[in-house]
């Protein structure tokens, strides 16, 4: 109980900052409708509705999961395709085209919804941010089984630039940030995919597309 009511303490701080980040666009768009500094905000709200979903999801596993390990049954399918819903207006913004694709007829895990939540957010908000450039914007998410039918195999793939050899060497460094991107970026958003995926006793490995330009991530979890 009273870590449920310190997440929902937590979880109204973060919606009342929210609240006052739109409260500051809304005013500086009114007064100037080309805000230079505008993206700031917008990046600083996005933060905050993470918090958010890692919160509420939080709040959902506590009422279901194991008392001693914290897992509980999970769709990975499921959970892809809501989060890709979540990010239809930006798609269309962007012209990006994502699909879903579930071979595994639904199949379940045991883990915890919020950190397998926080891995498709990041990966995505990562393809959006390196197909920025591409003239062709796609994003694909495969779930299907491994060989022996013992794990889920997640594959996040996109028509980006791709990885850097250094992103790619980087995964092999236990406690170190890495980022895809080109110049800029802390690489905060792939160390955190990397944590859920060993919270979960999975495995996760960094590919450069070899049919096209672009990343993939083959993420596995046991069953």
């Known amino acids: 109980m009273c870590e449920r009511k310190k997440l929902l303490h937590d979880l109204k701080g973060s919606m009342k900052i929210t609240d006052s980040i739109i409260g ?21 709200m996005r933060n905050m509705v993470n918090l958010q979903l890692d919160l509420t999801g939080r709040m959902d596993d506590l009422e279901e999961s194991d008392p001693n390990t914290g897992f509980k049954k999970i769709n990975p399918a499921l959970i892809a395709k809501d989060i890709a819903t979540s990010f239809l207006p930006i798609f269309g913004d962007k012209h990006i085209t994502c699909d879903v694709h579930d071979f595994t ?3 379940f ?4 919804q919020f950190e397998l939540k926080r891995v498709f957010i990041n990966a995505i908000h990562n393809s959006i941010d390196a197909m920025s450039m591409m003239s062709t914007r796609v994003i694909d998410v495969f779930i299907d089984l491994s060989d022996d039918d013992k794990k889920v195999k997640i594959i996040i793939q996109d028509t980006g630039h791709g990885f850097s050899q250094e992103a790619l060497n980087m995964l092999l460094k ?8 080109s110049g800029y970026g802390h690489g905060i958003g792939m160390q955190t995919i990397k944590d859920a995926v060993e919270m979960h006793n999975g495995s996760l ?17 046991p069953r």
């Open 205 to 221: 490995l960094l590919q450069n597309r070899s049919d096209r330009t672009g990343a993939k991530l083959i993420i596995e979890i």
């Open 109 to 112: 895990i045991n883990g915890l």
């Open 174 to 181: 236990k406690e170190s940030y890495y980022t895809t991107k």
């Open 105 to 107: 007829n639904g199949t």
């Open 24 to 44: 500051k666009i809304l005013k500086e768009l009114a007064e100037n409708p080309s805000v230079p500094h505008i993206e700031k905000y917008i990046h600083h």
